[in-house]
């Protein structure tokens, strides 16, 4: 089967050229004909990339170590689970897991549009067959798969102990959906831009794929964290690593598009931005797997390091020109429809929001690359660490916080001050009633006092929007709170399940916030002995050791007592494993909403000696509970049905009278 | 977007000062690890870093900081040990203001920007939204309501 591998990945390439061809052709000569054709090559090379990846999977489940790629990332000792894991665990591997997603993604999106294949679909093909040709090169060039040794060796190097963790089976595969998800709405803003089908049809007919490939970066994001929080032993979920950053930027221009385009979709203002933040987001996708990829800059999480980087550099060059010029080209069929009324409105919100997000992305590009900018100027290596990006990113952060409870309160179009104060009166009160409370209570972190109290303006507005949808279904039809609130959410799924979204974004703040108030010691610490961290004590009462087929276990028994009271017993490990050589530790956590106690154990003598680094992280709980409401927020959001989305309005008049509407 | 820009300013302002000032060793050398890149984790800092090393090193840096040491002097010892790469932050004299200023450049640049859109985009700027309904508008909100209630 590992010998079909090759030949498949040379078919896939010779049909998405085929698919390209056809395409192109169906596009210049407006012929549907051709391009049912061109969209036939595209589905067949799909299909061919499913044959390569399953000869890899093959071999990866079947340890058929003449294969290099099986030989570096597997073990006789790898459980099965993280065997399917190393299909991206390594570099070769994840870009053909990249190959096989955007040639699925591209099949189900082109063959979905029937109506526009003589027009959008047809130029969409053409740049989704393009960006499909430029990965299968790589795959049978320098990232090929399927490179034989010459003589295999007995056992594999298996997979890196950090990677085999259960986060890992679905953290990978969800930011790749995510980063090749953006390809189809790009596509389809490049092939309006080309085709000179400049209305609302191409980022309608995307809109689910733009929602699908968000929802899964940001899931992958969360869980990201979770990951490092899990595993890393810091105590930490955010490091502002170049590779976190590198998914990180493109959800930010993303859900700067995902609410900007509300402004277009009801004003018909913005074409513009628009269409440059989705083309700017999937650049910043590909540019994420060339940082991670080329090895220049450092960074903890580069499992998929090698020279394939140097390859993406003219490939991103040419999208970020080709893309640009393209927009420079009809600038003047994206001139606004409608002015805006008033600098009080939900427009200039959206604005504003959009202006922080985009600044909040260029801080963390800045951050990110500033060492390679500055060492080129000055010759001089310099590091730009999460200080840094917190302290640049944390009040642009508690802006957007701000204006997340701002915008909802104002009117479409325009509003006048003194409603507009109004509204506010309720959402300021319990903000600077919290600040108060939390003030008297001792709290002396301007930072977290900011946060709580924004969070509870922004909770407090968002609470007004469902009350008064609500009230309109008691109303109307004579409903309880319970039914009414129920109807108001699935009535206008895309309204509030933002707004659940954003309820999740708040208590992912307070848990970011609950950082403020960390505590952490480290001791070196003998059986019988304690040590203390914030209100615990910590009593070592001694290690385990057992083995594994692929590793050595060292389990430390940690007493956890609060007020002399015994709370838990924790068990921190420092495992060694043997097909990698390597010394890792796994972390014991003691999880509430109040705080979690994290024990780590980071070295271990043979007399039974222990270093142990204890934390304790307030809030941290409320982090992966706000994940979870957002989950559901964006469930109810794709859930929407075509019958409930929000039409497109008509096209408006130029100037409309005055009418106060929220 | 005035106010937006004057509450980001001053929340950056409360957020550099709210720092504590810390005068336990332990918090001193937390904090110290937490502003240091590890020479021996690319790409983390020293706090972060899980190797056996940097875990030396974190002691040494506490037994200085148990010593006397101020955060400064801790900090001053590890560049000359390790190199100023080893700062977490770029510094803030010369060529190190431009990481500092530029995303405050663009954030100020974008919301000019946005203000000029803003400015020339607006049809009627500083009028107060009418309170009066025209008669073609009543009629079409009355008919729109009645549509909802399921009227004919």
Same mark, same amino acid.
Not at chain 1, 247 to 252: A, K, M, T
Not at chain 2, 79 to 92: F, K, M, Q, V
């Given at each position: 089967m590992a010998g079909l591998g090759h030949p498949a990945l040379i078919a896939a390439l010779l049909f998405a050229a085929l698919a390209l061809g056809l395409c192109l052709a169906g596009a210049l000569r407006k012929r549907s004909d051709i391009t049912e054709a061109g969209v036939r090559a595209v589905v067949a090379s799909f299909a061919f990339v499913v044959v390569a990846v399953l000869s890899l999977l093959t071999a990866l489940f079947a340890r058929d170590f003449s294969l290099e790629y099986v030989a570096n990332y597997t073990s006789e000792s790898l459980p099965a689970v993280y065997t399917l894991t190393s /299909?991206? =665990?390594g570099m070769e591997g994840s870009l053909l897991f990249w190959t096989l997603l955007l040639t699925g993604f591209s099949t189900a999106a082109l063959i979905r549009a029937p109506a526009q294949r003589a027009g959008l679909a047809a130029w969409a093909g053409v740049v989704l067959t393009g960006v499909a040709i430029f990965f299968l090169a790589l795959l049978l060039g320098p990232? @090929?798969?399927f490179t034989t040794l010459a003589s295999p060796p007995p056992d594999g190097s298996g997979l890196n102990p950090l990677l085999q963790s259960p986060g890992m089976v679905i953290h990978p595969p969800l930011l790749y959906t995510g980063f090749v998800g953006f390809s189809i709405p790009f596509a389809f803003a490049v092939a309006a831009l080309a085709s000179g089908r400049l209305d609302e049809a191409w980022f309608v007919s995307t809109r689910r794929w733009t929602l699908f490939a968000w929802s899964a970066l940001s899931v992958g994001i969360v869980l990201g964290g979770a990951w490092a929080y899990t595993?890393?032993?810091? =105590?930490?979920?955010?490091?502002?690593d170049p590779v976190e950053n590198a998914s990180f930027l493109p959800w930010l221009t993303a859900t700067a598009f995902l609410h900007s385009v509300v402004v277009q979709e009801k004003r018909r203002m913005l074409k513009v931005w628009n269409v440059s933040l989705i083309l700017l987001t999937y650049v910043l996708a590909v540019f994420g797997t060339f940082l991670t990829r080329s090895g220049i800059l450092s960074s903890i999480?580069?499992? +998929?390091? =090698? @020279? +394939?980087?140097?390859?993406f550099l003219p490939f991103l060059a040419a999208m970020l020109l080709g893309s640009f010029a393209l927009v420079a080209w009809r600038l003047d069929s994206l001139r606004s429809e409608n002015r805006l @009324?008033? /600098?009080?409105?939900r427009e200039s919100a959206f604005l504003g929001n959009n202006l922080l997000f985009v600044a909040a992305a260029f801080t963390v590009l800045w951050g990110t690359i500033y060492p390679i900018v500055n060492e080129a100027l000055t010759g001089v290596r310099v590091s730009v660490g999460p200080a840094f990006f917190n302290s640049v990113f944390v009040p642009i952060g508690l802006a957007l916080v701000a204006l997340t409870g701002i915008g909802p309160l104002i009117s479409w179009r325009r509003m006048s001050k003194g409603s507009f104060w109004r509204v506010l009166r309720g959402p300021v009160s319990a903000g600077g009633l919290v600040a108060i409370g939390l003030g008297l209570a001792g709290i002396r972190s301007v930072g977290a006092l900011l946060a709580f109290s924004l969070c509870a303006f922004t909770a407090v507005s968002l609470a007004g929007e469902f009350a008064r949808g609500g009230r309109v279904y008691r109303t109307r039809? =004579? /409903?309880g709170w319970p039914a009414a609130l129920r109807r108001t959410l699935l009535r206008n799924r895309r309204r509030y399940g933002g707004y659940v979204v954003h309820v999740g974004i708040l208590l992912i703040v307070i848990g970011f916030a609950g950082a403020a108030f960390r505590t952490e010691r480290q001791q070196e610490i003998r059986p019988g002995d304690t040590m203390e961290v914030g209100a615990y004590t910590l009593a070592y009462e001694g290690s385990t050791r057992s083995e594994t087929e692929e590793k050595q276990v060292n389990a430390a028994r940690v007493e956890v007592l609060r007020d002399g009271q015994a709370v838990a017993t924790l068990r921190p490990q420092r495992n060694f494993h043997f097909a990698q050589q390597q010394t890792q530790s796994e972390v014991a956590i003691r999880s509430t909403p109040v705080e979690d106690l994290y024990v780590v154990m980071t070295s271990l003598d043979a007399d039974g000696t222990a270093v142990l680094r204890a934390f304790v992280n307030p809030l941290t709980w409320w982090i992966w509970m706000g994940a979870a409401v957002m989950a559901a927020g964006i469930a109810v959001l794709l859930s929407e049905t075509k019958g409930s989305a929000v039409r497109v309005t008509a096209p408006q008049r130029r100037r409309e009278p005055a009418v106060a509407t929220r | 977007m005035r106010r937006v820009a004057v509450f980001t300013l001053a929340a950056g302002l409360l957020l550099s000062v709210s720092t504590p000032a810390s005068a336990a060793p332990a918090d001193i050398a937390n904090s110290v690890a937490a502003d240091v890149m590890s020479p021996?984790?690319? !790409?983390?800092?020293l706090h972060d870093c899980s190797s056996a090393e940097a875990q030396d090193l974190r002691e040494e840096i506490l037994a200085r900081a148990e010593n006397g040491w101020s955060r400064t002097r801790i900090m001053s010892w590890l560049e000359d040990e390790y !190199?100023? $790469?080893?700062? $977490?932050t770029p510094a803030t004299e010369g060529a190190g203001w431009l990481a500092w200023l530029l995303p405050l450049a663009v954030v100020i640049g974008g919301a000019a920007v946005a203000w000029a859109f803003l400015r020339r985009s607006?049809? $009627? $700027?500083g009028v107060e939204p009418s309170t009066q309904v025209t008669r073609s508008e009543r009629s079409e909100l009355e008919r729109e309501l009645r549509t909802l209630r399921g009227r004919p």
């Amino acid at each position: 089967m590992a010998g079909l591998g090759h030949p498949a990945l040379i078919a896939a390439l010779l049909f998405a050229a085929l698919a390209l061809g056809l395409c192109l052709a169906g596009a210049l000569r407006k012929r549907s004909d051709i391009t049912e054709a061109g969209v036939r090559a595209v589905v067949a090379s799909f299909a061919f990339v499913v044959v390569a990846v399953l000869s890899l999977l093959t071999a990866l489940f079947a340890r058929d170590f003449s294969l290099e790629y099986v030989a570096n990332y597997t073990s006789e000792s790898l459980p099965a689970v993280y065997t399917l894991t190393s /299909l991206w =665990g390594g570099m070769e591997g994840s870009l053909l897991f990249w190959t096989l997603l955007l040639t699925g993604f591209s099949t189900a999106a082109l063959i979905r549009a029937p109506a526009q294949r003589a027009g959008l679909a047809a130029w969409a093909g053409v740049v989704l067959t393009g960006v499909a040709i430029f990965f299968l090169a790589l795959l049978l060039g320098p990232a @090929d798969p399927f490179t034989t040794l010459a003589s295999p060796p007995p056992d594999g190097s298996g997979l890196n102990p950090l990677l085999q963790s259960p986060g890992m089976v679905i953290h990978p595969p969800l930011l790749y959906t995510g980063f090749v998800g953006f390809s189809i709405p790009f596509a389809f803003a490049v092939a309006a831009l080309a085709s000179g089908r400049l209305d609302e049809a191409w980022f309608v007919s995307t809109r689910r794929w733009t929602l699908f490939a968000w929802s899964a970066l940001s899931v992958g994001i969360v869980l990201g964290g979770a990951w490092a929080y899990t595993e890393l032993g810091w =105590g930490g979920y955010w490091a502002w690593d170049p590779v976190e950053n590198a998914s990180f930027l493109p959800w930010l221009t993303a859900t700067a598009f995902l609410h900007s385009v509300v402004v277009q979709e009801k004003r018909r203002m913005l074409k513009v931005w628009n269409v440059s933040l989705i083309l700017l987001t999937y650049v910043l996708a590909v540019f994420g797997t060339f940082l991670t990829r080329s090895g220049i800059l450092s960074s903890i999480h580069t499992f +998929t390091e =090698g @020279d +394939t980087g140097k390859w993406f550099l003219p490939f991103l060059a040419a999208m970020l020109l080709g893309s640009f010029a393209l927009v420079a080209w009809r600038l003047d069929s994206l001139r606004s429809e409608n002015r805006l @009324d008033s /600098l009080v409105s939900r427009e200039s919100a959206f604005l504003g929001n959009n202006l922080l997000f985009v600044a909040a992305a260029f801080t963390v590009l800045w951050g990110t690359i500033y060492p390679i900018v500055n060492e080129a100027l000055t010759g001089v290596r310099v590091s730009v660490g999460p200080a840094f990006f917190n302290s640049v990113f944390v009040p642009i952060g508690l802006a957007l916080v701000a204006l997340t409870g701002i915008g909802p309160l104002i009117s479409w179009r325009r509003m006048s001050k003194g409603s507009f104060w109004r509204v506010l009166r309720g959402p300021v009160s319990a903000g600077g009633l919290v600040a108060i409370g939390l003030g008297l209570a001792g709290i002396r972190s301007v930072g977290a006092l900011l946060a709580f109290s924004l969070c509870a303006f922004t909770a407090v507005s968002l609470a007004g929007e469902f009350a008064r949808g609500g009230r309109v279904y008691r109303t109307r039809e =004579g /409903l309880g709170w319970p039914a009414a609130l129920r109807r108001t959410l699935l009535r206008n799924r895309r309204r509030y399940g933002g707004y659940v979204v954003h309820v999740g974004i708040l208590l992912i703040v307070i848990g970011f916030a609950g950082a403020a108030f960390r505590t952490e010691r480290q001791q070196e610490i003998r059986p019988g002995d304690t040590m203390e961290v914030g209100a615990y004590t910590l009593a070592y009462e001694g290690s385990t050791r057992s083995e594994t087929e692929e590793k050595q276990v060292n389990a430390a028994r940690v007493e956890v007592l609060r007020d002399g009271q015994a709370v838990a017993t924790l068990r921190p490990q420092r495992n060694f494993h043997f097909a990698q050589q390597q010394t890792q530790s796994e972390v014991a956590i003691r999880s509430t909403p109040v705080e979690d106690l994290y024990v780590v154990m980071t070295s271990l003598d043979a007399d039974g000696t222990a270093v142990l680094r204890a934390f304790v992280n307030p809030l941290t709980w409320w982090i992966w509970m706000g994940a979870a409401v957002m989950a559901a927020g964006i469930a109810v959001l794709l859930s929407e049905t075509k019958g409930s989305a929000v039409r497109v309005t008509a096209p408006q008049r130029r100037r409309e009278p005055a009418v106060a509407t929220r | 977007m005035r106010r937006v820009a004057v509450f980001t300013l001053a929340a950056g302002l409360l957020l550099s000062v709210s720092t504590p000032a810390s005068a336990a060793p332990a918090d001193i050398a937390n904090s110290v690890a937490a502003d240091v890149m590890s020479p021996f984790c690319p !790409g983390s800092t020293l706090h972060d870093c899980s190797s056996a090393e940097a875990q030396d090193l974190r002691e040494e840096i506490l037994a200085r900081a148990e010593n006397g040491w101020s955060r400064t002097r801790i900090m001053s010892w590890l560049e000359d040990e390790y !190199g100023p $790469s080893i700062r $977490s932050t770029p510094a803030t004299e010369g060529a190190g203001w431009l990481a500092w200023l530029l995303p405050l450049a663009v954030v100020i640049g974008g919301a000019a920007v946005a203000w000029a859109f803003l400015r020339r985009s607006t049809s $009627s $700027s500083g009028v107060e939204p009418s309170t009066q309904v025209t008669r073609s508008e009543r009629s079409e909100l009355e008919r729109e309501l009645r549509t909802l209630r399921g009227r004919p």
